[in-house]
């Protein structure tokens, strides 16, 4: 999931929880089972992007809507992979 995030990190962790409305422990786990990977500076410190905002968004979605982190870590490979899949076929279809 890595490689969802193309943006460059401005946010403290603090800062993210704050503005997705969790814990910055949840963060902290989510990045622990895969979920989302923030840079980090060259002292270690935690930085995340708006596309990292939006992975924590949908992934307090996929919670709301019953699933266990095992689950939005399927769900979010299996739209990564549909997202891939999709530009691979507009390039097809551009030539």
């Known amino acids: 999931m890595a490689g969802r995030r193309a943006a ?14 969790t ?12 979920l989302l990977t923030p840079v980090r500076t060259s002292g270690g410190t935690r ?10 968004r949908r992934i307090a979605e996929l919670l709301e809507e ?6 939005v870590a399927r769900v979010l490979d299996l739209e990564a992979d549909n997202d891939r899949l999709r530009a691979e076929l507009q390039r097809s279809r551009a030539r």
């Open 47 to 56: 930085q995340y992007s708006e596309a990292d905002l939006v992975v924590l």
């Open 66 to 71: 019953g699933l266990n982190l095992a689950g």
């Open 8 to 21: 460059v990190g401005v946010y403290a962790i603090s800062v993210a929880a704050q503005i997705v409305g």
């Open 23 to 34: 814990g910055q422990q949840n963060i902290r786990l989510y990045e622990r089972r895969g």
